[in-house]
């Protein structure tokens, strides 16, 4: 699967899209070549009026046809701390605002040392930003190595 449509079906299965999100990627999945009835179903919804509750149910329709099941909760909040690095990694997050979001992060590093790069990227983002950056991509392999085979 292309690796960005494997990243937005990470998202979907984390809980992570909006519900006009999911219909898009639904329609870029059928695009791709991947079929089935869930997906075809979400694809024909509409993206300004499917409601959250009916979107969650048609990804856990859509996640069972393709053959995956549900993240953890755990592995759900990897997914949102990988989305985080990446934000970091593309310029999106400056390191003084990833350090107002650091919490989620917790779990995929040394607790010590990101309070320490916290209080500092708060207060001088710029003496911190290449150890930001190190960081996040740090994370981002953590979190793809411990979502191997999804």
């Not at 809980?15 to 075809?40: F, I, K, N, S």
């Not at 993240?71 to 970091?88: F, I, P, Q, T």
């Not at 990101?114 to 190190?134: S, Y």
Request: with cysteine; aromatic share 4%.
């Amino acid at each position: 699967m292309d690796p960005v449509l494997r990243s937005r079906l990470l998202r979907l299965n984390a809980g992570l899209l909006l519900p006009d999100q999911a219909v898009w990627l639904a329609c870029d999945l059928l695009l791709a070549g991947y079929e089935t009835p869930a997906l075809v179903e979400l694809a024909g919804e509409s993206p300004t009026d499917l409601r959250g509750c009916d979107a969650e149910a048609l990804a856990d329709r859509v996640l069972a046809e393709l053959g995956t099941s549900r993240l953890s909760e755990e592995e759900s909040n990897w997914v949102e701390c990988r989305d985080l690095a990446l934000d970091v990694i593309s310029g999106e997050v400056s390191p003084d605002d990833w350090a107002y979001r650091l919490v989620p992060l917790r779990e995929l590093g040394d607790a010590d040392e990101l309070d320490e790069l916290r209080m500092i990227a708060i207060h001088d983002p710029a003496a911190v930003a290449d150890r930001v950056l190190r960081f996040a991509h740090e994370c981002v392999r953590i979190v793809d190595a411990r979502l191997t085979g999804w």
